[in-house]
């Protein structure tokens, strides 16, 4: 793949990202996942954060975030749905593909007074294997484990994690091409009942499970720079 045309899909992405919030990842309920006057935790949206984060990483997330847990109703059906129709619509020799930007559990809370979160972001990526892999960007990234290549470099949504993700119904080459990419954000979360490595891998995992991943991967348990 050319450079320019790697170039111009992260551009692309760039922009795709900016614009994620306004209804990629199927929100239902605009305020279905927000605590009300009760105190009630919406069962939709802790299901979905089950479902990504594990139930029990869940549970040591409410108890960091001071029992103030507020997660937003995300569906992870739309999700898979629309990442294969992504992937199946996918060209390698043009590449226009935009590339969405999901977030499918978003967690809140406060700590010390003061507000804390932590976001999962699921998407394919803008980097194809070989990118990661060769050439003078590849000092950006690390392999962690065969297959498996971490970015150094924290953005707002943390350190991508990529990975080749082969789905049915597309064209050969896409798992390289096309792989796909996970982070976790985790701000301003003191107590540590579960890592942001141990999320990050979870996250990794059960993204792979929902997609249907053709590749068998190991994500290790230690990810991110210390």
Known sequence: MSKTRRLSGIAVGALTAALVLTGCSGDGDAGGGQEGSTGAVSPAALKNCGQVFGERNVEALRTDLGGTLQPHDRSLTEMKERMIAEAQLWDPATDKLSRTTFRPCQIEGRVDGKEAWVNATVGWST???????????????????????LDLREGVDGNPLIMPCTVPGTRAGQGQELPLQVSVADTDRTD???????????????????????????????LLPR
């Open 127 to 149: 980097y194809d294997v070989t990118f990661v892999t060769d050439g003078k960007h590849a000092r950006d990234f690390r392999e962690v484990a065969k297959g498996v290549y």
């Open 192 to 222: 540590r009942s579960v890592s942001t490595d141990q999320l990050l891998k979870t996250l990794a995992e059960n993204t792979r499970e929902l997609l249907g991943c053709a590749e068998k991967v190991t994500v290790p348990e230690k």
